[in-house]
């Protein structure tokens, strides 16, 4: 099955459409995984590499991104587990200074799909925000996003911060983002890094392992 359509019209913006093709694909049968990656992430990237060229603009990409998030939305029941039990508390968040939670909404809809409780703390998360998190939650997994090649170093600041508060020995830490990479996580001390959303779950299970 082509998702090209789908793809074309969340490049485009249009909500409605996308949604209704988004519910067609799944009508007619697609795995709601394979829509998502070749349907809607692919569309982002397409809407990365356009606004890179200088061939369109932040409303228009914010405009792809909702649309995208509309889709989400009619994916998700496809992504929820049944009735599992509570396989730990995640902390999630995007961190200080990004505003993309595209990708992270999608790593929380997946683990938590896989039966782990996260307490989803949104953008622009600040490291004081995580430490008061895993204090409160009893977190056992600080999650951070990051988009932006300028906001990692948020990363390492909110590690630097949960250390000092001493919840560094009993809390894992996992990162992502498009301009995150396993060495990056190495360097800043993560516990581990994971490329996209599938990853996040087979990671947060072996690190509570
Ligand atoms: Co922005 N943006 N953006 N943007 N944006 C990028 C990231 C960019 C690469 C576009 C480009 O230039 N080609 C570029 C960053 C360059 C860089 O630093 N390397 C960029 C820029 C420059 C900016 C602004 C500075 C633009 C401006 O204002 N001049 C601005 C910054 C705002 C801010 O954050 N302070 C900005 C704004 C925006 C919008 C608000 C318009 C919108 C975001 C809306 C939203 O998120 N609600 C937006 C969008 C949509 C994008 C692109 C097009 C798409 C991002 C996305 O959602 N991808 C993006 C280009 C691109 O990535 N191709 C771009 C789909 C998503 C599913 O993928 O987030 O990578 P991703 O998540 C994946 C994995 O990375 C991983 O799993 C996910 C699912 O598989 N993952 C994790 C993510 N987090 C994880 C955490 C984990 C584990 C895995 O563990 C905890």
Redesign the pocket.
């Known amino acids: 099955m082509s998702f090209e359509t789908l793809s074309q019209t969340v490049i485009k913006g249009d909500m409605q459409a996308a949604a209704e093709l988004t519910r067609k694909a799944l009508d007619d049968g697609a795995d709601a995984q394979q829509i998502?990656?070749q349907g809607?992430?692919a569309a982002?990237?397409?809407?990365?590499?356009k606004?890179?060229e200088g061939a369109m603009f932040?409303?228009q990409?914010?405009r792809?991104?909702?649309t995208?998030?509309q889709c989400v939305e009619v994916l998700k029941p496809h992504f929820q587990g049944a009735g599992m039990t509570t396989k730990g508390t995640?902390i999630?968040g995007?961190v200080k200074?990004?505003?993309?939670?595209?990708?992270?909404?999608?790593?929380a809809m997946?683990l938590e799909g896989a039966g782990f409780r996260i307490v989803d703390l949104g953008?622009?998360v600040s490291p004081a925000a995580f430490v008061e998190a895993v204090a409160k939650e009893n977190g056992q997994i600080?999650?951070?996003?990051?988009?932006?090649?300028?906001?990692m170093p948020a990363m390492a600041e909110t590690i630097t911060a949960l250390t000092t508060a001493g919840h560094r020995e009993t809390v894992k830490i996992?990162?992502?983002?498009?301009?995150?990479t396993a060495d990056y996580a190495t360097s800043v001390g993560a516990d581990c890094?994971?490329?996209?959303?599938?990853?996040?779950v087979t990671?947060a299970k072996r690190l509570l392992d």
């Open positions: 998502l990656d809607l992430i982002m990237d397409v809407v990365g590499r606004f890179a932040v409303p990409m914010l792809s991104a909702k995208m998030q995640i999630l995007t200074g990004d505003l993309h939670d595209i990708g992270k909404n999608l790593v997946m953008v622009d600080v999650g951070m996003s990051a988009l932006l090649s300028t906001t996992m990162i992502g983002g498009a301009p995150v890094y994971a490329p996209d959303a599938g990853s996040a990671e």
